[in-house]
T-cell receptor, first 115, second 117 residues
Framework: GAGVSQTPSNKVTEKGKYVELRCDPI?????LYWYRQSLGQGPEFLIY????????DSGLPNDRFFAVRPEGSVSTLKIQRTERGDSAVYLC?????????????FGPGTRLTVL | AQKITQTQPGMFVQEKEAVTLDCTYD???????LFWYKQPSSGEMIFLIY??????QNATEGRYSLNFQKARKSANLVISASQLGDSAMYFC??????????????FGQGTILTVHP
């Protein structure tokens, strides 16, 4: 596919469980962003990757959240010991690179529900 | 820190009429970008239009135009000839275009637009 893809589209889990959310960016895009959108709110920045490294992880709410991008393409957002407050839509976006900040394309999101 | 304010929780417009969605921003950065995204009920964020802080002319993309008033720190979206398919949530966002956080977006709270036939 040509766009950003995210899997799963929906994830229901129980409080305290571990979850992984996957993002597959547009081929060739070196910049990748994770955002979290709570119901009725605008998305909030979580973390930004340039290549394999996390250039800015200032939006991660606490140490239960972690993200990786080992080969500079697919990224996984990992949430440990999930809490009900983690329920939200997690959005991933990619862009061609630092000089293309006006081209940021979003995936369809993963809706996480923590029971 | 950057901040985006959208003061209109909801807006209504008649089909084929124009509508303006308000957005004000606050930043101490000299170089930044302003975006508008559309989010229909399906949830996907659809890019509409972009304005760079150094762009002197207002951006336009088809029926969308961005009324950029730098001194007033406003970046209103104007949709001309509204269509039923324009009904959605609209987000204004700002990016910082320097340092280590290229492209990191700060979003407003959104405005729900409803187009009436």
């Amino acid at each position: 596919g040509a766009g950003v893809s995210q899997t799963p589209s929906n994830k229901v889990t129980e409080k305290g469980k571990y979850v992984e959310l996957r993002c597959d960016p547009i081929s060739g895009h070196t910049a990748l962003y994770w955002y979290r959108q709570s119901l009725g709110q605008g998305p909030e920045f979580l973390i930004y990757f340039q290549g394999t490294g996390a250039a800015d992880d200032s939006g991660l709410p606490n140490d239960r959240f972690f993200a990786v991008r080992p080969e500079g393409s697919v990224s996984t957002l990992k949430i440990q010991r999930t809490e009900r407050g983690d329920s939200a839509v997690y959005l991933c976006a990619s862009s061609p690179g630092p000089k293309y900040y006006n081209e940021q394309f979003f995936g369809p999101g993963t809706r996480l529900t923590v029971l | 820190a950057q901040k985006i304010t959208q003061t209109q929780p909801g807006m209504f417009v008649q089909e084929k009429e124009a509508v303006t969605l308000d957005c004000t921003y606050d930043t101490s950065d000299q170089s930044y970008g302003l975006f508008w995204y559309k989010q229909p009920s399906s949830g996907e964020m659809i890019f509409l239009i972009y304005q760079g802080s150094y762009d002197e002319q207002n951006a336009t993309e088809g029926r969308y135009s961005l009324n950029f008033q730098k001194a007033r720190k406003s970046a209103n979206l104007v949709i001309s000839a509204s269509q039923l398919g324009d009904s959605a949530m609209y987000f204004c966002a700002m990016s910082f275009t320097g340092g280590t956080s290229y492209g990191k977006l700060t979003f407003g709270q959104g405005t729900i637009l409803t187009v009436h036939p």
